[in-house]
């Protein structure tokens, strides 16, 4: 297991924990400077993608201040922009579930459409094709035709007996129907199998949904994770030798996969070893016991975050993180821009203009990866 | 009940300043700050960064209530600059630091092959999200962060 200063952990003790907080400020240690330096910084931070799958993404994030690793995670819950259904508009809806809760239901749909594809929405606004997307919902239940009569099937028996969020068709407003890039990939759902609704012979709904952008600090359904957390990666450290008797017994105390057993060194009996710290769920069963007292010392890396990232559909994981780092960058810039304006009254508003003459050339960002 | 409408959480109101500055008469080399329409997310980091800068003496924030979106950061320096000129400095550490983490994060996908993984955890549908790459051309007025 990798040597770690006794400074980047918290110890866990079997009833409390000690050195939550991280103690690398100036003034903090006599005689060591821990001011931010960006080459000490470059030094230290890694980056890690564990796992990607099409829905999630789990990497490591080293070297940072919990502040950072935290406002990472609220922006990506609460602060990155999507696209979501904000109005319906209900012209028949004759089956058992109430319009209201069918809008509520039809909201929290994710969506598949590039957010910057429309602007913001801004409160008071009127509705145009810059803005809103629209989609129509129209399905009527009817009996099939020549079904045996001891079927009790009702996908069988009836046509549209559930309606899919596959039902919900792009209606096309102003120029987005002659946008190439639109026609090409056009907005849809994320999933097509969601259940929306059940329906029987006779009952119909037909309605217009109306989707805009905004962020899940509005609401939750413009959330594009589900959900973003992180946790500190655990540290073991076994300080004595496991009599072999009782190994068995050490390797049980954790979770299963973190404890190996090998050769011992020189060749003689067993050994435990620490396999993949990753994989524990810092239960401290170990402390339990009484045969184990000072045998394992456990602690949780301060700066190690173990990230795990699932999106809701709108937006692919391995663009997630980039998309919060964007959001992160506007919120610093009003503060910054801000106190320019405070500290040079005239001068910032004319670096605006430059820096962003400055980022037109830089218009490749964004992410280029083949899944 | 008490509620502001939730778009107030973020959009500044008419006349609203992003950032105002009172500067503390009773200690030396020190002020508040009001940030609005701003939380915890900023807040915390903005503090934790102040801490790591050398010239500052004290930095804490406080959210006053939680109904209303704006927070309050006191700074005091040594002197050597102003509280301003300290926020000024934080935030540039912040966008390199950003910066930085975009860039290793980007390098993990260019360097290395990465596996996408055919297993889903927690029993999700296998190969829900077939969308490739995610660059798209953006309407030509939107704002996007490398417009900055």
């Known amino acids: 297991m990798e040597k770690i ?52 993404i789990d990497f490591d994030l080293i ?27 209900v012209w028949q809806n004759t089956s058992v579930m109430q319009d209201e809760v069918l809008a509520a239901r039809l909201g929290l749909v994710p969506l598949r459409i590039h957010p910057g594809r429309l602007e913001t929405w801004q409160p008071e606004a009127t509705a145009t094709d810059a803005n809103t997307i629209s989609f129509q919902l129209q399905v009527s239940c009817t009996r099939r035709p020549n079904v045996s009569s001891a079927e009790t099937d009702p996908s069988k028996l009836y046509e549209n007996s559930t309606v899919y969020s596959s039902h919900m068709i ?13 026609v090409s990939d056009p907005p849809a759902v994320a999933a097509p199998d969601i259940v929306l609704l059940k329906l029987r ?24 994770v589900a959900t973003a957390t992180y946790r500190l990666m655990p540290h073991i450290d076994i300080v ?40 524990d769920t810092v239960s401290r069963n170990v402390f339990m016991h009484p045969e184990f007292e000072g045998v394992v010392k456990l602690g949780r890396v301060r700066d190690h975050f173990l990230f795990s990232v699932e999106s809701a559909g709108q937006i692919p994981p391995q663009a997630l993180l980039p998309e919060a780092i964007a959001v992160f960058r506007r919120k610093i810039k009003v503060v910054s821009s801000a106190l320019e304006e405070l500290i040079h009254p005239t001068a910032a508003a004319e670096e605006g203009e430059k820096e962003a003459a400055d980022g037109e050339e830089r218009e490749d960002g964004g992410m280029d990866v083949d899944l | 009940m008490n509620a502001l409408p939730r778009f107030e959480l973020f959009t500044l109101g008419d006349g609203e300043k992003a950032i105002e500055v009172v500067e503390d008469t009773k200690i030396p080399n020190a002020a508040t700050i009001r940030v609005a329409k701003q939380d915890h997310t900023l807040a915390n980091m903005i503090r934790g960064y102040l801490l790591k800068n050398p010239k500052v003496l004290f930095a804490g924030y406080k959210v006053p209530h939680p109904l209303e979106p704006h927070f309050i950061l006191k700074i005091q320096t040594d002197g050597t600059a102003t509280p301003v000129e300290v926020l000024q400095e934080v935030c540039t550490t912040l966008l390199t630091l950003v910066a930085k983490i975009e860039g290793k994060f980007k390098e993990q996908f260019q360097q290395k092959e990465l596996e996408v993984g055919l297993e889903e955890p927690y029993g999700a ?5 077939p969308r490739g790459d995610y660059t798209e051309p953006r309407r030509a007025n939107a704002m996007d962060y490398l417009d900055f």
Not at chain 1, 15 to 37: A, I, K, M, N, Q
Not at chain 1, 67 to 85: F, H, Q
Not at chain 1, 170 to 182: A, K, N, Y
Not at chain 2, 125 to 129: E, F, I, S, T
């Open chain 2, 125 to 129: 549908p296998g190969g829900r999200l």
């Open chain 1, 63 to 89: 070297g940072v201040d919990a502040s950072i690793a935290n406002a990472l995670r609220r922006i990506l819950i609460a602060e990155v922009e999507t696209i979501a259904i904000e109005k319906v508009f």
């Open chain 1, 240 to 279: 004595s030798p496991v009599p072999e008797r009782l190994q068995q017994k050490f390797v049980e105390s954790f979770s299963p996969g973190v404890i190996g057993r090998r050769k011992g060194q020189g060749g003689k009996g067993m050994e435990v070893y620490v396999k993949d710290a990753r994989r």
């Open chain 1, 201 to 224: 012979p006779g009952q119909e709904v037909h309605a217009e949904l109306h989707c805009v952008k905004a962020c899940g600090r509005e609401h939750a359904k413009w959330s594009p």
């Open chain 1, 170 to 182: 792009w209606q096309p407003v102003g120029q987005q129907g002659h946008l190439p890039d639109w």
């Open chain 1, 5 to 56: 200063e006794l400074s980047r952990l918290v110890q866990l003790h079997p009833e409390r924990v000690s050195h939550v907080s991280s103690t690398d400020y100036p003034g903090h240690w006599p005689g060591e400077d821990h001011t931010w330096d960006l080459e000490v910084f470059r030094h230290n931070l890694r980056l890690d993608i564990q796992r990607l799958t099409p829905s999630t």
